[in-house]
C-alpha cells in the first residue's frame, strides 16, 4: 500500500504565497470597506459610512438593480436552452449536423468576450434594435448559455440511461419518462448552470459595454466609469456586497453540485 507524502516546508510556502497573492487584495478591499476616512489609502477607525452612502447613491442602486434583473433573466433564459441543448447532445448522438451544433454552442467558450461584444453590436445595429435591457439580456445569455450546457452535459454523461429505459418499460413515453426520472436526477446540476450563468452574467463588463445603451448601465459599467476619475471608498463598500452576494452563490452551487453527486450515486444500480 502506497503511502501518502506529507507536504514539505517548500509546498505548503508556495500554496500560502499563491493563497495569499488570489485572496489578500481582496481582503484588503473588503476591510477598507469599513474604512471611515475618506482617503482609500489612509485608515481612519470602522464605520459603516460607505454602505450608507451606496444606498443613498440613486445612480449605483439602479445600475446594481440593472445588473440583478440582466443576470436573473439571461441565467433563466440560458438555463432553459443549455439544457435542451444539452439533452440533445447526449440523446442524439448520430443527428445530422451534431460537430457543427456543439462547435456554435461551446465557442463563446473560447471567443474573446471583445470579438463576441462588437460581433452582437454590429448584429443589434444591423436589425436597428434599440439597444437597452433586452440586447444586454441577449448578449449574456449568448456568453452563457454554453457553460449551462456544459454544466448538464456532464451529468447527463454520468446517468445510467437504463433507468429511462425502465420507466419507458413500465409504460411511460420518452417525454414523461425524461420529466418523471432525469429531470429530477439533473436538478441539481441545472441549479448549479443557473448560478454559474448569474455569476457571469452579474460580472460582466466587456459584453455589457458594447451592448448596453444609455440609462442602462450595469454595475460593473458604472463602477468602472467611476473608478476611471478615482478610487471613491464607495467603490469599496458595493465590491464588498457582490463579493459577499457571490460567495452565497458558490456555497448554494457547491451544495446543489454534492447533491446532484449523492443522487447520483443512489440511483447507481447494485
Known amino acids: 500500500m502506497r503511502k501518502v507524502s506529507r507536504l514539505s516546508r517548500f509546498n505548503v510556502a508556495s500554496l500560502a504565497l499563491g493563497l495569499a497573492f488570489l485572496y489578500l487584495p481582496i481582503l484588503i478591499l473588503v476591510i477598507y470597506s469599513f474604512n471611515a476616512s475618506r482617503l482609500v489609502t489612509v485608515w481612519g477607525g470602522w464605520s459603516l459610512r460607505w ?7 440613486r445612480a449605483m442602486i439602479e445600475a446594481a438593480w440593472m445588473s440583478f434583473r440582466v443576470a436573473v433573466s439571461s441565467a433563466t433564459i440560458a438555463t432553459l436552452l443549455g439544457t435542451l441543448a444539452a439533452v440533445a447532445l447526449s440523446r442524439g448522438e448520430r443527428f445530422r449536423g451534431r460537430t457543427l451544433f456543439s462547435g456554435m454552442l461551446y465557442a463563446p467558450l473560447v471567443m474573446p468576450e471583445v470579438i463576441t461584444g462588437l460581433s452582437l453590436l ?11 435591457f433586452w440586447t444586454v439580456t441577449i448578449a449574456h445569455t449568448t456568453l452563457t ?3 449551462v ?4 452535459q456532464s451529468r447527463l454523461g454520468s446517468l445510467d440511461r437504463s433507468l429511462e429505459e425502465a420507466a419507458m418499460d ?3 413515453d420518452p417525454v414523461r419518462a425524461f420529466l418523471s426520472v432525469t429531470l429530477p436526477l ?11 450563468a ?15 445603451g444609455p440609462g442602462s448601465a450595469t454595475l460593473p459599467i458604472r463602477i468602472y466609469s467611476e473608478v476611471r476619475l478615482g478610487v471613491k471608498p464607495e467603490i469599496n463598500a458595493i465590491c464588498t456586497l457582490v463579493i459577499a452576494l457571490i460567495a452565497v452563490v458558490i456555497v448554494i452551487a457547491s451544495l446543489a453540485s454534492k447533491l446532484s453527486s449523492s443522487q447520483g450515486e443512489s440511483a447507481a444500480p447494485l
Open 170 to 172: 413500465l409504460g411511460c
Open 198 to 212: 448569474f455569476t457571469l452574467s452579474l460580472d460582466d463588463l466587456v459584453i455589457a459595454s458594447f451592448t448596453t
Open 149 to 152: 450546457a456544459v454544466v448538464v
Open 122 to 132: 454590429l448584429l443589434f445595429v444591423a436589425l436597428n434594435a434599440e439597444r437597452g
Open 51 to 57: 454602505y450608507h452612502e451606496f444606498f443613498n447613491d
Open 145 to 147: 448559455m454554453c457553460f
Open 186 to 196: 439533473i436538478a441539481p446540476a441545472i441549479v448549479a448552470g443557473w448560478m454559474l
